[in-house]
């Protein structure tokens, strides 16, 4: 694939050429200088996928479910693109032989799309790229993309609402966890499914969890349901899809789905507009030193954090600007 004109990448990405399309992901996960310009000539493809983020604790049985998922999507001839967001055991690569072999029958799918992003902490601005990788898939082609995450940091809410339904996972197990889950997790799934349903426990999760949600804030006319599934062996997997399209439905007929796809938008207008005038910022010179140089001055308490800023700010925008 290297070696090939931008415009030869792309019209092999048109014509649904994988190996085009992980060049191009690459290209958009390392922030290579041709991303922009692929992702702008994508841009008119995309919008018809359906996202679906997939979150919970560690070991929940996520991989597995989105594997049934997946399969499930195929079942009904849709197309899949599955993204896993820094992973323990990635889903390719080859590095975790067990997730491979138990994923096979949908890597030689020629129909499903699997890429895992082990990259977080690096360079910042992930959840964007996770964005951007299912923006890609979306104009690839795919109707279902399906992300993974193990939530939940600021991260995972980014990517939550990015996704037009947010699946989260629990296990009977959970009991406890779920006190200090429930801040975060109780908050952004929009479907719930209480997996390893074969294990002792599952009816009082699932009930413990409608209780929650009875309690949460905003629901938006939308009750979130809870499935039991076992992931393993695909029991449920159905149900929780169903579930998920009648999510799907609710926004479509409440217009919420383009609502919140212009959020999305104005979202990552904001973000780029905001990382650029970082950028700019501190890239000019003398910003960071004095930055620096002003920190023991605020330590000793001789000047504010506010009355350094407004003088880095006055060294960059001049005079007339004030903070606000
Ligand atoms: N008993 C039982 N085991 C399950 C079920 N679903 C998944 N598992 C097992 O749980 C373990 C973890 O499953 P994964 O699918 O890797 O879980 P995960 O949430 O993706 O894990 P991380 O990505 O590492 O956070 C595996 O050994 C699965 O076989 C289930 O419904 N019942
Ligand atoms: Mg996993």
Redesign the pocket.
């Known amino acids: 694939m290297s070696g090939l004109t931008t415009k030869e990448l792309l019209e092999r990405f048109r014509v649904g050429d994988r190996r085009a399309c992980a060049q191009i992901i690459s290209f958009v996960e390392n922030g290579a200088p041709e991303a922009t310009l692929l992702l702008d000539e994508l841009y008119p493809m995309m919008g018809r996928a359906y996202r679906i983020g997939v979150t919970?604790?560690?070991?929940?049985?996520?991989?597995?479910?989105v594997e049934k998922l997946a399969m499930e999507c195929r079942r009904q001839g849709k197309k899949v693109g599955i993204v896993?967001v820094d992973?323990?055991?990635p889903f390719s690569g080859g590095a975790v032989l067990g997730?491979r072999v138990r994923m096979s029958s949908l890597f030689t799918d020629p129909e499903v799309y699997i890429r895992s992003m082990a990259t977080r902490g690096s360079l910042g601005g992930l959840a964007g790229r996770t964005k951007e990788v299912c923006d890609i898939l979306d104009a690839f082609g795919k109707d279902f993309i399906i992300v993974?995450t193990?939530g939940v940091g600021q991260m995972e809410l980014d990517i939550a609402e990015a996704a037009d339904s947010t699946v989260v996972?629990l296990v009977p197990e959970s009991g406890d966890a779920i006190q200090t889950l429930k801040a975060g997790l109780m908050e952004i799934g929009e479907v719930y499914c209480v997996?390893?349903?074969?294990?002792e426990g599952a009816d009082r999760m699932v009930m413990e969890i409608g209780t929650m949600l009875e309690m949460r804030a905003k629901n938006d006319g939308w009750m979130p349901p809870v499935v039991k599934?076992?992931?393993?062996?695909g029991k449920g997997v159905e149900e929780l899809f169903n579930k998920i399209l009648a999510h799907r439905r609710y926004l479509e007929e409440s217009n919420r789905l383009s609502e919140r796809r212009r959020k999305v938008i104005r979202n990552e207008i904001e973000r780029i507009i905001e990382e650029r005038l970082r950028e700019v910022f501190y890239h000019q010179p003398g910003v960071r030193k004095r930055l620096e140089e002003m920190v023991s001055d605020v330590e000793q308490r001789k000047v504010s954090p506010y009355q350094v800023a407004d003088m880095l700010w006055k060294m960059y925008f001049g005079n007339e600007q004030r903070r606000v």
Request: glycine fraction near 10%; proline fraction near 11%; charge should be neutral.
């Open positions: 919970g604790p560690p070991g929940a049985g996520k991989s597995t479910l896993a992973p323990s055991s997730d993974e193990v996972v997996n390893k349903s074969d294990r599934t076992v992931a393993t062996t």
